[in-house]
């Protein structure tokens, strides 16, 4: 879901973060969506170098993705190959998310492996050399020593699966199927433009991704082996039931994944996302449920991690009571719960419906939880815009998906009659109700108006919204900073201190905004 502001936004951090030659590429790209060399050249006005390096900063930073459409040449010729770019909004909105994302690394591995994650955030894309040389040039060790040292804190990246291979520079996509193209025909009008852009990035973002087995995998060359012979296939990360696997790929990977100086490696951001999202999941249960029911999310969350193929799934993995049992006293803090309590704390789950139970067998519904989160969001926005009155009448719309006539939402809202009028009409007029008419026709005419929340229409809505707020402070936090760099050339005084705790504010404000706005954009 990009939305218009959504766009000005990512514009917005390209412009902060490259410069306004890269942004006007950028922009021309989510504007106009998968665009030809040519194409962006003619829309931009921009000379063919002037795009050509844009690209390339942007496909560094992996904001834009390059791939091949296979198109039918005219008069009955052959396919003709067609390159074309398309951005990667999510990626680019990622940007932002960099300090959480490293946070996470740090609370789970040691300093050196967020100085080697920082330098990829920083880079881009580096290769395993790129990152042992910019170690060589900050430490005076040896080089074995440091190279040791690198390849040892990039194993525990990789094996936490917060770095992955970077896609291929230039997928291939074919032409689609018979099927594939009536099924297209058959969607409606008003849908095809969004649904077919999003399908596309789909399938240029699967076409390019490596397969599961190599995504991960860093097989590197050592020394000779003690008999003598060399060992030129030996993975850094492998266990034992992986070795199958390292010598099917062999043919695949060799000249390639063993050559340190070519294999091109990023952040996945797929990865902090799906952390973040269990995150959310926990201080949701959290405010409301107990300490016990908290554990055993967490713990049936760890459980399913890996299993997780997809951010955006709606249900985990089914666990066993006795694997989530096994799973809650791998913690400190889950040591101290007895069986019996885990099954009650699971019942507790299946009340608001976090956990469902099928055959002993329970799974969290992701998808209800997010539900319900988004409705407190929205809810607490039309509480704080509104007024109390507002809140209860919202309330009671959202609860329902039927029409509701205005007397029958005043006698049920507890609100003067007169008052629930222009309070739902102010609601329609912000796009956060949905009114009909209804004209009875008789002996004397007389006009209902029916009001409702359309969740999907007004979701999007709030989070253009959201995706507005975020670029008014982001330009008010530049704003402040640049104030703040001039006056400290200045004497000290307390305006630098109001001005850096002002900041300081709305940097956090933009923190707290940006959970928001994965709640409905990313989860």
């Not at 990789?158 to 193209?181: D, G, I, M, Y």
Request: net charge neutral; hydrophobic share 40%; glycine share 4%.
């Amino acid at each position: 879901m990009v939305t218009q502001h959504g766009i000005k936004y990512a514009v917005h951090l390209i412009t902060t973060h490259f410069g306004d030659l890269v942004a006007k590429v950028c922009e021309c790209l989510l504007r106009k969506g998968p665009l030809t060399l040519q194409a962006i050249v003619r829309f931009t006005e921009l000379t063919s170098s002037q795009v050509k390096n844009s690209l390339l900063v942007l496909i560094q930073h992996n904001c834009v993705q390059a791939f091949i459409l296979e198109q039918l040449g005219s008069h009955g010729d052959g396919a003709k190959l067609n390159t074309q770019y398309i951005a990667l909004f999510n990626n680019i909105i990622h940007r932002w998310r960099f300090p959480k994302f490293l946070t996470i690394v740090s609370q789970k591995l040691d300093k050196q492996c967020v100085e080697l994650f920082e330098a990829l955030l920083l880079h881009g894309r580096l290769t395993l050399k790129q990152m042992s040389d910019r170690a060589k040039s900050a430490q005076n060790e040896g080089d074995d020593v440091i190279l040791d040292a690198v390849r040892e804190a990039f194993i525990k990246l990789l094996n936490a699966h917060f770095v992955e291979r970077c896609p291929a520079a230039e997928s291939v996509l074919t032409k689609p199927t018979e099927e594939e193209t009536s099924a297209r025909k058959r969607v409606p009008k008003s849908a095809k433009i969004l649904e077919g852009k999003e399908t596309l990035e789909q399938r240029v973002l699967e076409a390019a991704t490596p397969s599961e087995a190599l995504r991960f995998l860093l097989v590197t060359r050592t020394e000779p082996a003690a008999d003598g012979g060399k060992d030129e296939n030996n993975s850094s990360n492998m266990t034992v039931g992986k070795k199958r696997k390292l010598d099917a790929l062999e043919s695949e990977t060799e000249g390639e994944a063993t050559d340190e100086q070519v294999v091109l490696w990023r952040a996945n951001f797929e990865e902090f996302i799906r952390r973040l999202r269990h995150k959310a999941f926990i201080e949701n249960v959290r405010a409301c449920l107990d300490d016990g029911a908290v554990i055993v999310i967490s713990a049936m969350l760890e459980a399913t991690r890996t299993a997780e193929k997809k951010v955006k799934t709606e249900n985990s993995v089914p666990l066993s009571l006795n694997s989530i049992y096994e799973e809650v006293i791998k913690s400190e803090e889950g040591r101290n719960i007895t069986f019996d309590r885990v099954r009650a704390s699971l019942v507790q789950l299946s009340c608001p419906p976090f956990v469902k139970a099928v055959n002993e067998s329970y799974s969290i519904d992701f998808k209800k939880i997010i539900e319900l989160a988004q409705n407190d969001e929205v809810e607490s926005i039309v509480l704080k815009r509104y007024g109390r009155d507002a809140y209860r009448m919202f309330r009671l719309l959202s609860s329902t998906a039927r029409l509701l006539e205005t007397d029958k939402i005043a006698d049920t809202a507890f609100v003067e009659k007169k008052d629930t009028t222009k309070i739902l009409y102010k609601l329609w007029k912000d796009d956060y109700l949905h009114m009909e008419k209804l004209q009875l026709t008789g002996a004397r005419q007389s006009q209902f108006l029916l009001w409702k929340v359309n969740k999907n229409t007004l979701w999007e809505h709030v989070l253009d919204e959201m995706f507005h707020a975020a670029l008014n402070l982001s330009l008010r936090v530049a704003h402040e900073l640049e104030q703040e760099k001039e006056l400290l050339n200045l004497p000290q005084d307390k305006r630098v201190n109001r001005l850096r705790k002002v900041r300081l504010l709305l940097e956090s404000s933009q923190m707290k905004l940006d959970d928001a706005i994965m709640l409905f954009h990313d989860f």
